[in-house]
């Protein structure tokens, strides 16, 4: 998984609440087995006119169509962000897309979780907190980047404007290191082999073939 130390990117707001895993990818879009790909069906419904992923086909009035907002990697979000389903779609299309960091006054717990585990930093400010980063950038959104020090737990736009969020030291691990939960187990590799050879001895019945 890609480590995640520091960033800094064009944010792209979309200022609304409850934004679901459906909006975020419908279930009609969850074609492939690959995780690549998906980020051409990421917001389908908003991105494209009907709904209908196809190239020429681009809503001008959404945010992430728009020239000011090319190449966004950073989203500033409404409360409750990624609720609904657990699908770990929803988080494979916005790494996919080229998002690294989402930020939200509060996020769907399944959904914030598989954020970690895929490399996606979910960072949690207060809604007037966002609205100020947003006013900030859309001054000039290429020009005006977020600057993201997850090390420090800071979000920084414009001179001066920095704000400190938190996050649970083991998920800022995970992500600094670049691990997900397989990577975690691999590094007790040796304790569970261990493990295993005295299973063997005490309950050879159990490992019989």
């Not at 657990?86 to 717990?109: H, K, M, N, Q, Y």
């Not at 404007?161 to 997900?180: C, H, P, V, W």
Request: glycine content about 6%.
């Amino acid at each position: 998984m890609k480590k995640f130390t520091t960033h800094s990117g064009v944010a792209a707001p979309i200022l609304r609440i409850n934004i679901d895993t459906d909006a975020i990818i419908p279930s009609r879009e969850m074609k492939r087995v690959s995780r690549k790909g998906l980020g051409v069906s990421l917001f389908a419904d908003w991105r494209y006119e009907n709904g209908i992923v196809q190239r020429g086909n681009e809503s001008p009035d959404f945010v992430l169509n728009q020239p000011d907002y090319l190449d966004a990697s950073i989203l500033l979000t409404g409360q409750n962000m990624g609720c609904g389903s657990s699908r770990e779609f929803a988080v494979w299309a916005l790494t996919d897309f080229g998002i690294r960091a989402i930020i939200a006054p509060s996020f769907g717990a399944i959904f914030y979780t598989n954020c970690i585990r895929n490399g996606l930093l979910p960072i949690i400010l207060d809604a007037s907190t966002i609205n100020e980063v947003a006013a900030a950038v859309d001054q000039d959104p290429q020009a005006n980047k977020v600057a993201i020090d997850l090390k420090q737990s800071t979000v920084a736009v414009l001179a001066g404007q920095q704000y400190t969020f938190k996050i649970e030291a083991s998920y800022q691990k995970l992500l600094l290191e670049g691990l997900d939960p397989i990577d975690l187990t691999l590094r007790r590799q040796q304790i569970i082999e261990q493990f295993i050879a005295k299973d063997r001895l005490k309950r050879p019945w159990a490992h019989a073939l």
